[in-house]
């Protein structure tokens, strides 16, 4: 409900920003991950090649598994889900899945997604399960469910509306400070929303490349 809230006020603070920073490049240089430049105009007809590329570079592939078999979410080869649901489910967080705005993938990039995962056969091989250390949690839970998604993309790699944190070039205690330097009108940012312990696990996920099966 907060988050519907917040809505019109992202949209301004996006505009804001994307007035100041014009110039700036929307994704992170970084070599970890280099969110592709969406596109605008959808393609004329569904194109499921275009749909396992998109499926690829954005992760997908991760967490559903190659071939949309499923592993850390479930089985998206031949889903029955219908295209409306489908969509939904891309643009929401249900963690550990990032919510992917339109900036990230337009509808026509999700439909192209769509028609390839219906063009695969279900299947009932399952991709094992992540294996994580001892006392770790899957960072991009703590991501999230942390709500950092919703301004920062996905995987962190930057938005329109906030600055990649991949592979941050602050030190920890800077990364901190930065992060509560304005908690009322980023509520996200304070320590009710997330503890200094979990920020602290969450800078070094970022650090260490923000791996979509990393632990933190
Ligand atoms: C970090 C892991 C992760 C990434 C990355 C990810 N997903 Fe998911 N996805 C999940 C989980 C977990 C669920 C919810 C549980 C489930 O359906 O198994 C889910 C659910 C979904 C659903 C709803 C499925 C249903 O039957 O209700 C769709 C559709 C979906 N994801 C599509 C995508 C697409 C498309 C991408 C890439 C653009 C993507 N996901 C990236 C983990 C991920
Ligand atoms: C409502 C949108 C929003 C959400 C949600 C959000 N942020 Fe931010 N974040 C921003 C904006 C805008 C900035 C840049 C302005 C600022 O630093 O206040 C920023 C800046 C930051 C910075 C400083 C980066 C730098 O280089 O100075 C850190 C660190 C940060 N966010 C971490 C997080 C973490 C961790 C979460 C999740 C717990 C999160 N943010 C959730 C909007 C958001």
Not at 80 to 93: I, N
Not at 194 to 208: F, K, N, P, Q, T
Request: glycine share 8%; proline share 8%.
């Amino acid at each position: 409900m907060r988050r519907l809230l917040w809505i019109p006020l992202l949209l301004l603070l996006g505009t804001a920003l994307a007035a100041c920073e014009d110039d700036q490049p929307r994704t992170s240089p970084d070599s970890a991950y280099q969110a592709p430049e969406p596109t605008t105009v959808p393609a004329a007809a569904p194109a499921p090649d275009r749909g396992q590329t998109l499926y690829n570079t954005w992760r997908c592939a991760g967490c559903h598994g190659e071939q949309a078999q499923g592993q850390v979410g479930g089985a998206l080869a031949g889903t029955t889900l219908p295209f409306e649901q489908f969509v939904q489910a891309v643009r929401q967080t249900r963690p550990p899945k990032p919510a992917f705005s339109t900036a990230e993938l337009t509808d026509g990039d999700v439909r192209d997604i769509y028609a390839w995962v219906t063009s695969l056969p279900a299947s009932a091989e399952v991709a094992a399960a992540v294996q994580l250390g001892p006392g770790e949690v899957l960072g991009m839970s703590v991501w999230t469910q942390s709500g950092c998604d919703a301004c920062h993309g996905a995987f962190a790699q930057g938005s329109p509306y906030a600055p990649a944190l991949v592979e941050t070039d602050l030190s920890l205690d800077d990364f901190l400070a930065a992060l509560r330097r304005d908690v009322t009108t980023i509520p996200e940012h304070g320590p009710d929303a997330i503890s200094d312990e979990w920020a602290a696990r969450l800078y070094r996920w970022l650090v260490a490349g923000a791996s979509i099966t990393g632990g933190c």
